[in-house]
Nanobody, 116 residues
């Protein structure tokens, strides 16, 4: 059974930092492309950051470039999202996704709230 469990969300003041983690089980983690998405109330889910399976190539959404960093530890089956210089508009539920070929799995999400 595949499970993706996000953690690390919470309430932080504008300008602060948070580190999200997503622990995977039931998958060969190193073979999956891992991504972080977010969804704010009334808005569509958007890609925040993405990291390839083996080469670790990353890409970021325009709104988070230079502030967020995605990384992965294949030995720990975990992907991270370091979020710095947080802004109120970063408030959303953050989800991780594992994808390979036509397979796709999502976590349950973790709430991030940034106060002004």
């Amino acid at each position: 059974q595949v499970q993706l469990v996000e953690s690390g969300g919470g309430l932080v003041q504008s300008g602060g930092s948070l580190r999200l983690s997503c622990a995977a089980s039931g998958v060969t983690f190193s073979s999956y492309r891992m991504s972080w998405y977010r969804q704010a109330p009334g808005k569509e889910r958007e890609l925040v950051a993405d990291i390839t399976s083996l080469s670790g190539i990353t890409k970021y959404g325009d709104s988070v470039k230079g502030r967020f960093t995605i990384s992965r530890d294949n030995a720990k089956n975990t992907v991270y999202l370091q979020m710095n210089s947080l802004k109120p508009e970063d408030t959303a539920v953050y989800y991780c996704k594992a994808a390979r070929s036509w397979y796709e799995f999502w976590g349950q999400g973790t709430q991030v709230t940034v106060s002004s």
